[in-house]
Nanobody, 120 residues
């Protein structure tokens, strides 16, 4: 089995920064694309940013690009989301998703989520 665990969420004032982390553990052979999603109250879950195993990145749109940076440390099976200049509309539960291959199967794995609240 595999597990994704997010951390780094919290309460921050507008304009502040947070760095989210997501660590994958278990019987991992390879990890493909790793993705950060978010879900605000009353809204659908949306992709925020993704990064391939080779380091290519894609962002939701201009609303986060330039403020958020996704990165990964393959040696640590970890993906990060550096969030700067946070806005109230960034408030959401942030989820990590990863395509993970084990010795026996492929798993589309999700973390439990970490709450990010941007408020004065």
């Amino acid at each position: 089995q595999v597990q994704l665990v997010e951390s780094g969420g919290g309460l921050v004032q507008p304009g502040g920064s947070l760095r989210l982390s997501c660590v994958a553990s278990g019987s991992i052979v390879t990890i493909g694309t790793m993705i950060w999603y978010r879900q605000a109250p009353g809204k659908e879950r949306e992709l925020v940013a993704k990064i391939t195993s080779g380091g290519s990145t894609t962002y939701k749109d201009s609303s986060v690009k330039g403020r958020f940076t996704i990165s990964r440390d393959n040696a640590k099976n970890t993906v990060y989301l550096q969030m700067n200049s946070l806005k109230t509309e960034d408030t959401a539960v942030y989820y990590c998703n990863a395509a993970i291959s084990t010795t026996t199967r492929f798993i589309d794995s999700w973390g439990q989520g970490t709450q990010v609240t941007v408020s004065s």
